[in-house]
C-alpha cells in the first residue's frame, strides 16, 4: 500500500474527516493468531475451543506530510465495546519492524524487533509499544503517538499517527522510502486481548510517496 | 518454588464469622477509588456458594499439571458496592426512613448465605472459612500472565502483580481456581492481597492475623520448625490447604471443624459425624479423616489431663506466639523509625 504525500495532515486526524475520502484505501486479509503461539498453557487451553480473531478484512489507508504519517483503519463490528467496568475495549494496532526481519506472528525477536502503535476504546487512546517476541511488549519511544476511534453504523473508524521521525529503537519512516506494515484487531465483547485477536496474514509493504 | 515461604494457618473451630479480618484489610489496602468492590479477605458460611457465588465452579488451577481454563468472576458475584443513604436515615428528619442500599434490591454481596449451612433440624450445621489468597508454590495466576507483570519473592514466596507491567487482561483472574485476583476499572489494573508486605518486613503480622479476635489465623516460615506453622502442617498434620485438587499448593492451610455428634429421632447423641465427612473431604481432600481424628484423640487427652502440645498451639494463650517471627506491634516499629530518624526520639 501507499501512504500518499499531503501537505498538510491535519485534516486528516479526525477517522470520518472528508479527505480520507479521496484516499484509495487496501483490503487487507485477517485470521486469528496462531494458537500455538500464545506465551503460555493457560491461554492455549482456555482459547482452544473458542473461536477468536474472526475478522476477516480491515480497510487501511495512509497519508503523511513529511513530518507525520496517519493511518486509517476501518473495520466491521456490530457494536463497539468501550471497555468500560469490567468490559474489554475494543482495540486496533499497526506493526513496522525496527531492523531485520521480525516475523508478524512472533511479534518479532531480540534481533528484530517490532515498533507498534495501539489503539484502545478504552479513554480513545493511542500508545508506542515495542515487541521483542510475544508477550514482551513494553513502552515504545516518544513518537508523539495519537489516535481516535470513532464508531458509526457497523464499523470502527479508527486514525492512528506519529512522527516519521523516531528516537533509537523505534521503526524509522522515511519520505520516498518504502518499508512494512502489519495489522492487528480485537474484539472486546469476545473478551480477546493480548496475543487473542485478528492479525494480518503477513507484513505488507508500505510505500511513503515523496 | 521460591527460597522460604510465609504461610497462615487458620483454626476454623476458633472462627466465629466476626468479619473483623475483612475489615481490617478492607480499611488497610482497599479504601481508595476503584476498590469499593474488592475484598481481599473474605469470610463466608459453608456449606454455601461463597465469595464470589460459586467460585468452586468457576475452574482454573491445575488438573495432572495442565492449565484449565476458568471463567472471570463478575462484580455482581463478588457483590456491587452498594451506597446507603445515611445523610436521608440519620439527619434527614423522616423517623421512618431506613436504610437502603443504591440501585435497587441487591441480590448477592459477600457472605450472603451467612449461617444457612447445611444439614437437617437437630443436625444442621455450618462454620465459616475466611479466604485470603494462598501465595501459592505453584500459582496459577502468575503462569498465565503473558506479560510476566506476576512475581513470586523468592525472600518469603509472597506473590505480588507489578503493576506497572499489568495491562488489565485479566488471564490471573480467569486461571486463579480460588478467585482471589480482583480487577480496578478506574485504573485498569489488577490486584490482590500482598500478605501485608510492608507489615511482615518489619516483622509485623498480616492486619487480618493481628487484628483477629477468636486468634485463629497463625502465621510463620514454612520451614521454621519451632514455629506453630511447621508443628501444624507437617508435624500434627492438622492444617490443611483447601481444594489440593487445584494443585497450586497452596499456603494458606485450615485446621478443620469439629462437630458435635448428630442426635438420632429421640434426640440422643449417636457415633455419626455432623458434619458428612464427605463434604470436608470436598473441601480439604482425604487427609482431613486423619487430621480429625488427631485432633479429636489429642482433644480427649487434654479432657484426662494429660498434656497435648497440639491442643496447647491451638489454644494461643499467649497471643503473639501465633504470629512466630511476625509478633512485633505496629507501634513498635513508629517508635522505632522515630528513633532512627532521631526526631522526637526522646518523646518515646
Ligand atoms: S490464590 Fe490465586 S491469586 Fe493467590 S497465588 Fe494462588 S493462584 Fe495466585
Ligand atoms: S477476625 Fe478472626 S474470628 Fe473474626 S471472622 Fe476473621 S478469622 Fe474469623
Not at chain 2, 497462615?8 to 481508595?32: E, R
Amino acid at each position: 500500500m501507499q501512504s500518499l504525500k499531503v501537505t498538510d495532515i491535519s485534516g486528516f486526524l479526525d477517522p470520518v474527516a472528508r479527505p480520507w475520502n479521496g484516499i484509495a484505501a487496501e483490503r487487507v486479509d485477517m485470521m486469528p493468531s496462531p494458537l500455538g503461539l500464545q506465551p503460555n498453557d493457560y491461554i492455549i487451553a482456555s482459547w482452544e475451543e473458542r473461536p477468536y480473531g474472526e475478522l476477516e478484512v480491515l480497510s487501511a489507508a495512509s497519508v503523511h506530510d513529511g513530518q507525520r504519517i496517519a493511518v486509517r483503519l476501518v473495520w466491521e463490528k456490530d457494536k463497539p465495546s468501550a471497555g468500560a467496568g469490567e468490559g474489554f475495549p475494543d482495540a486496533a494496532a499497526i506493526a513496522f519492524p525496527v531492523r531485520g526481519d521480525p516475523l508478524l506472528m512472533q511479534m518479532g525477536s531480540a534481533d528484530a524487533p517490532i515498533h507498534a502503535l495501539q489503539w484502545r476504546a478504552r479513554g480513545n487512546e493511542t500508545r508506542s509499544v515495542n515487541a521483542e517476541g510475544i508477550g514482551s511488549s513494553k513502552p515504545g519511544p516518544d513518537v508523539a503517538a495519537a489516535g481516535k476511534g470513532g464508531w458509526s453504523g457497523g464499523n470502527w473508524h479508527v486514525v492512528m499517527t506519529r512522527n516519521l521521525a523516531v528516537p533509537q529503537g523505534g521503526a524509522v519512516l522515511v519520505s520516498g522510502h518504502a518499508t512494512r506494515i502489519g495489522f492487528a484487531v480485537w474484539n472486546g465483547h469476545n473478551e480477546e486481548r493480548a496475543g487473542i485477536k485478528a492479525v494480518s496474514l503477513d507484513w505488507i509493504d508500505l510505500e511513503l510517496e515523496a | 518454588m521460591s527460597d522460604r515461604q510465609v504461610a497462615m494457618v487458620i483454626d476454623l473451630n476458633k472462627c466465629i464469622g466476626c468479619q473483623t479480618c475483612t475489615i481490617a484489610c478492607k480499611t488497610m489496602w482497599t479504601s481508595k477509588e476503584g476498590m469499593e468492590g474488592m475484598w481481599w479477605n473474605t469470610v463466608s458460611t459453608a456449606p454455601g456458594e461463597g465469595t464470589p457465588k460459586g467460585w468452586e465452579q468457576m475452574g482454573g488451577g491445575f488438573r495432572d499439571g495442565k492449565a484449565q481454563p476458568g471463567r472471570l468472576p463478575k462484580q455482581s458475584e463478588f457483590g456491587d458496592p452498594w451506597e446507603f443513604n445515611y445523610e436521608e436515615t440519620l439527619f434527614g428528619g423522616d423517623p421512618h426512613a431506613t436504610l437502603k442500599p443504591s440501585g435497587g434490591d441487591p441480590d448477592w454481596g459477600t457472605n450472603w448465605d451467612e449461617d444457612v449451612g447445611g444439614g437437617e433440624y437437630p443436625n444442621s450445621f455450618f462454620f465459616y472459612i475466611p479466604r485470603i489468597c494462598n501465595h501459592c508454590t505453584k500459582p496459577a495466576c502468575m503462569e498465565a500472565c503473558p506479560r510476566g507483570a506476576i512475581f513470586k519473592r523468592d525472600e518469603d514466596g509472597i506473590v505480588l502483580i507489578n503493576e506497572d507491567h499489568c495491562r488489565g487482561f485479566r488471564f490471573c483472574q480467569e486461571a486463579c481456581p480460588y478467585k482471589e485476583i480482583y480487577y480496578n476499572a478506574v485504573t485498569g489494573k489488577s490486584q490482590k492481597c500482598l500478605f501485608c508486605l510492608p507489615r511482615m518486613e518489619e516483622g509485623v503480622a498480616t492486619a487480618c492475623s493481628r487484628q483477629c479476635p477468636g486468634r485463629v489465623r497463625f502465621l510463620g516460615f514454612l520451614d521454621d520448625e519451632d514455629g506453630p506453622i511447621h508443628k501444624l502442617v507437617y508435624d500434627h498434620k492438622v492444617a490443611l490447604p483447601l481444594h489440593p485438587e487445584y494443585e497450586t499448593e497452596p499456603n494458606v492451610f485450615y485446621i478443620p471443624p469439629l462437630a458435635p455428634p448428630s442426635f438420632d429421632a429421640e434426640g440422643n447423641p449417636t457415633e455419626e459425624d455432623r458434619i458428612p465427612i464427605t463434604y470436608l473431604m470436598s473441601l480439604f481432600g482425604g487427609e482431613v479423616v486423619e487430621a480429625l481424628e488427631t485432633l479429636k484423640a489429642e482433644k480427649a487427652a487434654r479432657k484426662r489431663g494429660e498434656p497435648s502440645e497440639l491442643m496447647d498451639t491451638l489454644i494461643s494463650r499467649n497471643w503473639v506466639d501465633l504470629f512466630g517471627p511476625f509478633n512485633k506491634s505496629p507501634k513498635d516499629i513508629e517508635a522505632m523509625r522515630l528513633m532512627e530518624g532521631g526526631q522526637l526520639g526522646t518523646a518515646q
